[in-house]
């Protein structure tokens, strides 16, 4: 059931309807009913591993936490006749037990998303690699196995949960069907954003008020993911995927702007539907965390990823990069480096080593692709690098006596920025595989075959002149917009300050040019993350 399609929308002003009607403490259940409603409406086999999911950490929490009570109430109770050696060898245990269980539980949830979404693809790499050694090796691959919608983002995020529980960041949800409904709720179910326990409960178990400013600001958001969405990605995805499914019948300069092309379409899909989410929870009065933050405005691939899909950034930066950067081992290193290659490299080596590690578990993420691996090693390797020589970066800048406070130096950093980003979607973007990938970046700069830019070959690829000019014109809005967020103005708290004329007006505007101007295809308008 895709947010694009009437049905969809039935079946939410219905389960809104319902949610206001009913008592303030079931409205809460009721979310849980209509959410796993939504995700059988995909089909009955795929809700087992949802519910898997939901009852593994749920299980998981509550055993790592009365691991943890018995052991505090163990160290109390025999305070006076237990030593300091025999207090901390009773945590370490303790400490361990829980890390089994956390673990375990892990595994599990991991597991079965390793197992369908990368089983096949392990298994024919491994072979290959035997195969390189003159061993013939016959592995049998795992039947095909649809993917379940949102199966990595569930996972995430009922993990999230149970590293929160066994940090002892909060204490574990008594009630299943809650830690059902933090999984399973249903607008974020298909591409996320990716949830905290903690931050979403307040607004998603305490069965909110009506109140008509979040319907009108969640309608709000709603239609400006579907201008987005409909007027901009859907488009722009037309010429993306002529381009990319023949890559080498283009020289480079077709292909520099597919990869632009290919920018506006995942930014608008991806952002867009992210809005769409937003909205949708905003109605039921449940707030959910922003995923993008005018990411093409980055002065560096860093921070770049600080503004795109900010809560698996964020996911990535909490569970993976702290713990394997402040682990024991990355320590160790990093004590050894300062003696023997300086306080920067020293302290520099680890951050860089789990960056590494942090893009490498983004590109398998996108994937089981080596396009994507690469994909996600090529940022990482930007990141690291970027780093590494940053007083060498900085020495440069004080030799050539750049300001950086200047606004043409800014300006080329978001420049700068801007191309290397798109450097990378050519491997996430290359369904030919990534040979095919570097080919076309070298073609960008070596072999531009100019004369290919002409009106017959843009007609050819399925758009006509009017496409085109709606594209720039969506493309100049949207510029604009971000602009004036990025200056830290609310835009949807400014329009409610207008008189009611001015603000129906523009509702009126949007969704007329919605209807009018969005692109619909014969194969449908589905989101580019929802398989994920």
Same mark, same amino acid.
């Given at each position: 059931m895709s947010f694009t399609i009437a049905l969809f929308w039935c079946f939410t002003f219905g389960g809104i309807l319902i949610y206001y009607l009913i008592p303030s403490n079931i409205r809460w259940v009721w979310l849980l009913i209509i959410s796993y409603l939504y995700y059988l409406s995909f089909g009955k086999k795929n809700i087992i591993f949802l519910i898997f999911a939901s009852v593994v950490v749920y299980i998981g929490a509550l055993i790592v936490e009365k691991i943890q009570r018995k052991s505090d109430?163990? %160290?109390?109770?025999?305070?006076?006749?237990?030593?300091?050696?025999?207090?901390?060898?009773?945590?370490?245990?303790?400490?361990?037990k829980k890390r089994v269980v956390l673990v375990v539980a892990m595994l599990l949830n991991f597991g079965i998303l390793a197992v369908i979404k990368y089983g096949n693809f392990a298994l024919l790499n491994i072979s290959s690699i035997v195969?390189?050694?003159g061993i013939n090796a016959t592995w049998g691959l795992f039947g095909k196995i649809a993917m379940p919608i949102g199966l990595s983002f569930f996972t995430f995020q009922s993990v999230s949960?149970?590293?929160? =529980?066994?940090?002892?960041?909060?204490?574990?949800?008594?009630?299943?069907?809650?830690?059902?409904?933090?999984?399973?709720?249903?607008?974020?179910?298909?591409?996320?954003?990716?949830?905290?326990y903690d931050r979403l409960k307040t607004t998603l178990f305490t069965g909110n008020t009506f109140q008509l400013k979040n319907i009108q600001h969640g309608l709000q958001r709603v239609l400006w993911g579907f201008f987005k969405k409909l007027i901009l990605a859907d488009r722009a995805g037309v010429f993306v995927n002529y381009v990319f499914l023949t890559p080498d019948n283009y020289g480079g300069a077709m292909c520099i702007?597919?990869?632009?092309?290919?920018?506006?379409?995942?930014?608008?899909?991806?952002?867009?539907?992210?809005? %769409? =989410?937003?909205?949708?929870?905003?109605?039921?009065?449940?707030?959910?965390?922003?995923?993008f933050r005018q990411p093409y405005f980055s002065k560096s691939i860093g921070e770049f990823w600080r503004r795109w899909h900010i809560t698996l950034g964020t996911w990535m930066k909490d569970y993976i990069f702290y713990p394997f950067c402040l682990s024991r081992s990355m320590n160790k290193l990093g004590k050894w480096g300062k003696k023997h290659l300086?306080?920067?490299?020293?302290?520099?080596?680890?951050?860089?080593?789990?960056?590494?590690?942090?893009?490498?578990?983004?590109?398998?993420?996108?994937?089981?692709?080596?396009?994507?691996?690469?994909?996600?090693?090529?940022?990482?390797?930007?990141i690291a690098f970027s780093n590494l020589m940053e007083p060498v970066y900085k020495f440069g800048l004080k030799k050539c006596h750049i300001n950086q406070e200047r606004y043409w130096w800014k300006i080329f950093q978001?420049?700068?920025?801007?191309?290397?980003?798109?450097?990378?979607?050519?491997?996430?973007?290359?369904?030919?595989?990534?040979?095919?990938?570097?080919?076309?970046?070298?073609?960008?700069?070596?072999?531009?075959?100019?004369?290919?830019?002409?009106?017959?070959?843009?007609?050819? %690829?399925?758009?006509?002149?009017?496409?085109?000019?709606?594209?720039?014109?969506?493309?100049?809005?949207?510029?604009?917009?971000?602009?004036?967020?990025?200056?830290?103005?609310? %835009?949807?708290?400014? =329009?409610?300050?207008?008189?009611?004329?001015?603000?129906?007006?523009?509702?009126?505007?949007?969704?007329?040019?919605?209807? =009018?101007?969005?692109?619909?295809?014969?194969?449908?308008?589905?989101?580019?993350?929802?398989?994920?």
């Open positions: 109430a163990y %160290i109390s109770n025999n305070k006076a006749e237990l030593d300091k050696e025999q207090k901390k060898k009773k945590k370490n245990i303790t400490k361990h195969g390189a050694f949960y149970l590293i929160d =529980v066994y940090q002892g960041k909060y204490k574990a949800e008594r009630n299943l069907f809650k830690i059902c409904l933090f999984v399973s709720f249903f607008p974020q179910i298909m591409q996320g954003p990716i949830g905290r702007l597919a990869v632009l092309m290919y920018s506006i379409q995942l930014y608008m899909d991806f952002s867009g539907g992210i809005d %769409i =989410v937003i909205g949708v929870a905003q109605m039921f009065g449940v707030s959910m965390d922003e995923n300086g306080k920067h490299l020293g302290t520099t080596i680890p951050i860089c080593l789990s960056n590494l590690l942090i893009f490498f578990v983004v590109g398998v993420w996108h994937g089981a692709e080596w396009r994507y691996i690469i994909y996600g090693m090529y940022n990482g390797i930007i978001i420049v700068r920025t801007f191309v290397l980003v798109n450097i990378g979607w050519v491997f996430d973007c290359s369904v030919a595989g990534v040979s095919s990938a570097f080919r076309m970046i070298a073609r960008m700069f070596t072999d531009l075959q100019l004369g290919q830019l002409n009106s017959d070959m843009f007609i050819r %690829i399925g758009l006509v002149n009017m496409d085109y000019i709606i594209l720039a014109i969506g493309c100049l809005i949207v510029f604009i917009i971000s602009v004036i967020k990025e200056k830290g103005v609310q %835009i949807r708290e400014k =329009v409610d300050t207008k008189p009611i004329a001015l603000r129906w007006t523009i509702y009126y505007l949007l969704i007329v040019t919605i209807f =009018v101007f969005g692109y619909v295809t014969d194969t449908g308008s589905g989101f580019l993350y929802a398989n994920f």
